[in-house]
Structures are given as structure tokens and as C-alpha cells.
């Protein structure tokens, strides 16, 4: 086996040659027009693992000629930093990629600023969260962020097609794919996961033709996991596997995967944070109470830190996973974005406006509202949502105690309207 990983050795060089994220490698994108000019900004790459973030630094670097110095924030520091600040104002146009940037604390980031600013470096920051929570004010602001979206199975199945067809040492084996999914499923849309999965299967089998199946795949899966996770991609299955199971009302299994993360080094406010968004996204208002448990539990993290970070965790976790659950408030702002982006910009009714100047007035805003608190329980039926959609039902109460008591509530009022 090549000792260099497949997924290495066939990452792209210039910006025509990716696969996937259209939106910033076509002709008419900002992206492409910047490296093309040569004039690229700092920027931010937030997406998934494995859908291009490195790839599309280094080719950047080669595409505009420039010094290219990369650090992970895993294991680099302030010190890091500087020496490679020191190095770019001898040099020209440099570019700092710096892998999982979210990992940097503050003081690190602040370290940043002043090369940015100033021109000395062109950042170019690798994320797997939300940078707006992630990367501080000051630094986001000098940077233009771009998100990558993850790879479907069409564009997966093109990067295997390509790697058989160009990779040296693939081409001196014929490989035929007869089954595919569970390379696919596997890999869960990551493009490294999926290229360096490929190469460690094609080597199990040792024959030639060599004929993937679904079976195979799993079987060398199963005994190489060690080798196509070398890279860090057991991260988010573990993260998967403590969601699913806080989902599924497991306290036992949640807390076992949460020791895995410690064990691990996890950062802490990644584990959090998680929490936060299951409690909305899982709980919701079956238990009001789990939202507010999950800030709060994310807030005391952040003071406390590790090694008693564990323990505030340990509660929250074992707490959402015995708490009832509902997906209700997620599917209903799903449904709400798809009518807004099926109905368009519609007009907001003329008693729901706001009426702040005389003409606004002379229009008619805000005429036929009727204020609710001038009637008896504080409720009068009147319709708030535009006339083409009026009465669409949106939020349905889940079947648990707490919401069967929202169900009541709103049925009492809008006397099967909405279709309680």
C-alpha cells in the first residue's frame, strides 16, 4: 500500500478539478473570480468533515503562487503563530490555513488580529461549527465566510470513478463496483473518509479483478477501523452515537459515549453545545425545563472547565435522556421555512402593520387589529397569517402530558382552526 492515503494523493490543485461546492468553484462565484484575480480575502471554511475545507486552502496557495504555511489548532499555539507572522513579513501574499480554527481560545485568536489587519498573512480558517459562536467578533469580521456543503452520493461516487481512472497505483487494478452502498453509508458524505475507506478495501480483498460488495466493504471495515479512522473521523460517529442516544431515552448509553468524548480530550462546550440544540431540537416543549437545564449547563461548563466539567455534564446528559421527548417546534420551523420558500415574500396583513407615520395611517395600517388583552382570557380569534396560507397548520403539538395540555389550551381557542 501507498503510504501516502488516497485521499492525498488525489487532492485537487486547481479549483476546476473539485468535486462539489459548485456555489464557490464555478466561474460566475465570488471564490473563483477572487483566486482567478489573485486578490483573495481572509476568509472562514465552515462545513462538515471531508468536503473539501483543506483542499480548497491549499488550492488557493497554488492557484495565486503564495507561501503556504498550515497548522491544526489541535496541537498549535500563540508561539506557532508568531514564528509564522515573523516568516510572512519577509514574504509575500503568505497564507495561514489554519485547520479546526474553533479550537483556538481567545488569546490565540487575538494573535491573529493585527497580521490580518495589516496584511501580513491572508487567514484562511478550517471550522466544523458555527463560527459565529466559535471564532471571536473581531477576527470574523476581517474574514469573508464561505459555507461547504456536505457531498451527496452522486459527487461521492464521481470521486471514485475519478480516483480508479487517475490514481497510479488504483489503475494497475481493475475494480469493479458492483455494490456501493455500504461505502457510501460508511463514509456518511466524507470525501477523505470515503477515498482512504476505497483504497484500505480495494488492499483487503488482494485480487484482481477486484470485485466490491457491500459484504466485503463491511467485513474489512469492521477489522481495518483503526486505519481509515487514523484521521479523526471517529469524532463524529461518537458524537452521532451520544446523540442517538439521549434521543432514544438511554441515560446509560449516553453517559457512556459522554466518558468516551472526555476521555478523549473532547472540548468541552462541543459537548455542550450539543446538548443545547438537542434540547430544543429532541425535548422541546415536552420539557421547557430541558432548554433551560442545557444553557445553563453550557454556561457553567464554560467557568468551570475540566476535570468537574464532567460532572455538570454527566447531569445534563442523564437528565435529557430521561426527559420526554418531542420533535415538534423542529418540524414545525422546517415546514414554516418550506411554505416561505414555496409562497415567496407574501404581503403582511393590513391590521398586523405597523402604522409609525400619518401616511402609513392614511393607508390603513394596523386598521381591524384587535389587541387581545381587551377581551376576556386575554383572546380573541382573528387571523395572523397571510391570506394565502390562512389557517395552515404548522406546529402540532406532540403526543406527550405537556403538550397534550398546549393541544387543549389552543383548541379551547381556535375551535378546530388550526386542526386540534
Keep these: 500500500m501507498n503510504p501516502t492515503p488516497l485521499a492525498e494523493r488525489m487532492r485537487p490543485s486547481r479549483l476546476e478539478e473539485l468535486i462539489g461546492q459548485e456555489h464557490l468553484s464555478s466561474p460566475s462565484s465570488f471564490l473563483h473570480k477572487a483566486i482567478k484575480s489573485g486578490n483573495v480575502p481572509s476568509l472562514i471554511l465552515w462545513g462538515p468533515p471531508g468536503v473539501g475545507k483543506t483542499t480548497i486552502a491549499n488550492i488557493i496557495a497554488n492557484e495565486i503562487k503564495a507561501p503556504f504555511y498550515p497548522l491544526s489548532a489541535i496541537n ?35 494573535a491573529l488580529l493585527g497580521a490580518v489587519e495589516k496584511g ?53 487494478i481493475q475494480v469493479e463496483l458492483q455494490e456501493t452502498d455500504a461505502l457510501m453509508r460508511i463514509s456518511g458524505g466524507d470525501g477523505r473518509k470515503l477515498l482512504n475507506l476505497l483504497e484500505i478495501v480495494i488492499d483487503g480483498i488482494q485480487e484482481n479483478p477486484c470485485v466490491l460488495t457491500d459484504e466485503k466493504v463491511m467485513q474489512i471495515a469492521q477489522q481495518q477501523v483503526a486505519l481509515y479512522d487514523k484521521s479523526g473521523e471517529q469524532h463524529y ?35 455542550a453545545r450539543r446538548l443545547v440544540i438537542l434540547a430544543s431540537e429532541d425535548i422541546g416543549n415536552a420539557n421547557p425545563n430541558a432548554l433551560l437545564l442545557a444553557t445553563n449547563c453550557f454556561e457553567a461548563v464554560k467557568i468551570i472547565g475540566y476535570p468537574e466539567a464532567r460532572i455538570i455534564l454527566s447531569q445534563c446528559v442523564t437528565y435529557l435522556a430521561s426527559s420526554p421527548k418531542s420533535n415538534a417546534a423542529y418540524l414545525a420551523i422546517n415546514q414554516a421555512q418550506a411554505l416561505v420558500k414555496e409562497t ?74 388550526y386542526g386540534y
Excluded at 83 to 98: N, P, R, W
Design 237 to 271: 460517529d461518537i458524537i452521532s452515537a451520544f446523540i442517538k442516544s439521549i434521543r432514544g431515552s438511554d441515560p446509560n448509553a449516553a453517559v457512556y459515549w459522554l466518558a468516551r468524548m472526555i476521555e478523549g480530550g473532547e472540548d468541552v462546550k462541543f459537548i
Design 344 to 417: 415567496g415574500n407574501l404581503s403582511v396583513p393590513i391590521p398586523l402593520r405597523n402604522a409609525p407615520t400619518k401616511l402609513m395611517k392614511d393607508l390603513a395600517y394596523g386598521k381591524g387589529y384587535q389587541y387581545s388583552h381587551d377581551f376576556p382570557d386575554n383572546f380573541v380569534a382573528q387571523e395572523f397569517l397571510p391570506e394565502e396560507i390562512k389557517g395552515k397548520l404548522l406546529y402540532d403539538p406532540g403526543d406527550n402530558s405537556r403538550e397534550k395540555e398546549l393541544r387543549s389550551f389552543l383548541s379551547k381557542r381556535w375551535k378546530g382552526k
Design 120 to 172: 501580513i498573512i491572508r487567514l484562511i480558517g478550517a471550522t466544523t461549527e458555527n463560527p459565529s459562536f466559535e471564532v471571536n467578533s473581531a477576527l470574523l469580521s476581517r474574514c469573508q465566510v464561505f459555507t461547504l456543503n456536505p457531498l451527496g452520493k452522486a459527487e461521492m461516487l464521481a470521486m471514485v470513478q475519478q480516483a480508479l481512472e487517475k490514481d497510479v497505483d488504483l489503475r494497475k
Design 76 to 110: 498549535a499555539g500563540v508561539k506557532d503563530i508568531r514564528e509564522i507572522i515573523d516568516k510572512a513579513k519577509f514574504q509575500t501574499g503568505v497564507v495561514l490555513f489554519i485547520d479546526e480554527i474553533h479550537r483556538f481560545n481567545k488569546s490565540q485568536q487575538d
